[in-house]
């Protein structure tokens, strides 16, 4: 069985652009979680999407955006790129929401912003 | 609201020795405790977790102990090998929300 993949591996991108992150779960997980992970902020959650509804929000500006197509794959949208945008953007599967699921962690996507 | 408090790394041990890791944390109900791992170049992996007070859980010789009256999920681990370096995450999920509030992260560096 496939694990959470997410691509690109790694993105290199300067400051005022956009880039989309994309995040394939487990198959039949239908909750996508995002995180963005820096060395001065640790783990963050970013948002959780269920049925291809936004579910849960963190507290990041609406540069951030995120959706959930009906597969369950989920794409995050960075816009106007700052440079502590630089992060490890971590992408979580579960089958379902709930206290009692486990989470299963892509590898992450290492975003660059010069 | 919502936060753990991580005991701050880096820690280095030689092999077979005995670890702990602190974790503290601050929540409203009752959340539920977890402890990630994160080997370099990979993403989390769960350890471990508890989700009511006194639970213990444990996998791989780590284990921790949900404690309420000290707010407190501790990793421990009697005697840890090379294999064991890597980044351990404290993390908790607060009832009703289904999003992880994670510490700072520890590194453990185990050396023959």
């Known amino acids: 069985k496939a694990g959470v993949t997410q691509t690109p591996r790694y993105l290199i991108k300067t400051r005022g652009q956009q880039v989309t992150l994309s995040c394939s779960p487990i198959?039949?997980?239908?909750?996508v979680s995002w995180y963005q992970q820096t060395p001065g902020q640790g783990l963050q959650f970013l948002f959780e999407?269920?049925?291809?509804?936004?579910?849960n929000k963190g507290n990041f500006p609406g540069r951030f955006s995120g959706r959930q197509f009906s597969n369950s794959r989920s794409e995050m949208n960075v816009s106007t790129l700052e440079l502590g945008d630089s992060a490890l953007y971590l992408c979580?599967?579960?089958?379902?929401?709930?206290?009692?699921?486990?989470?299963?962690f892509g590898s992450g996507t290492q975003l660059s912003v010069l | 609201g919502d936060s753990v408090t991580q005991m701050e790394g880096p820690v280095t041990l030689s092999e077979e020795a005995f670890l702990t890791i602190n974790c503290t944390y601050t929540?409203?109900?009752?959340?539920?405790l977890f402890w990630y791992v994160q080997y370099p170049g990979e993403g989390l992996q769960l350890l471990l977790k508890?989700?009511?007070?006194?639970d213990k859980g444990s996998n791989k010789g780590f284990e921790a102990t949900y404690r309420k009256e000290t707010t407190s999920f501790h990793l421990e681990k009697g005697s840890v090998q090379v294999s064991d370096s890597a980044v351990y995450f404290c993390?908790?999920?607060?009832?009703?929300?289904?999003?992880?509030?994670f510490g700072t992260g520890t590194r453990l560096t185990v050396i023959p």
């Open positions: 979580a599967s579960s089958r379902n929401r709930g206290r009692e699921e486990k989470l299963f």
């Open positions: 198959s039949g997980h239908r909750s």
């Open positions: 999407y269920f049925s291809e509804t936004q579910r």
């Open positions: 929540a409203t109900g009752y959340p539920s």
């Open positions: 508890a989700t009511k007070a006194d």
């Open positions: 993390a908790l999920l607060t009832t009703g929300a289904n999003n992880l509030f």
